[in-house]
């Protein structure tokens, strides 16, 4: 069982290391969407060289690398850089994708609503290494995104719980940015952003 912290407009629950989610929701945590390490670490423990002996959820997946027409390079690396870390999301189902190349993103602006059936629904999409305009040294490009877009079950705001990936400390807090430091070696960071 994980410690959890509680900040201000966002609670971090208890992780049960299921792998099933498993969380408990509440309209007092605030959640409309995760763009964080953690999340492309997690997407990452899908892989066949999870070293994690917790038992993964089957749901229908995109190949990892494999983004979407036109969204960027990708990143070719399947290790598993994080085994046994937590989903960030307490409640599923979740869902993966893009932020950016679906309805409501930047990239599709004649679709203007993050709250499109297509945002909420299967395939899980990998965007890790997206195109961005900032340094990724793990891209092929040497730019793109820097972590995995996860949407909750629904567009409801307020309602759904982030789940911190291992025990740690909230280190950061912004205005749309969450750190968390695992207090074991190798001392991850955790990003949550748009949270």
Known sequence: MRAFALIPLLLF???DQTGTGGGTSSSSASSSSSESSAASSSSAASSSESSSSIALPDFPHDPATQLAAGSGSG???LSNWAPGICFPLAD?????????????????PSEPSQCATENYSYPWQDNFCESRS???P?????QGHQGQDIRPKTCKSNLYWAVAPEDGVVTQMG???????GNAPPHRVYRYLHI
């Open 75 to 77: 990143y070719t690396d």
């Open 134 to 136: 900032w340094s990724n």
């Open 175 to 181: 205005s749309m940015t969450v750190a968390i430091t």
């Open 13 to 15: 629950a208890a992780c």
């Open 138 to 142: 793990l891209c092929t490009s040497g």
């Open 92 to 108: 599923t189902p979740a869902y993966a994708n893009s932020q950016v190349y679906r309805p409501g993103g930047s990239a599709r």
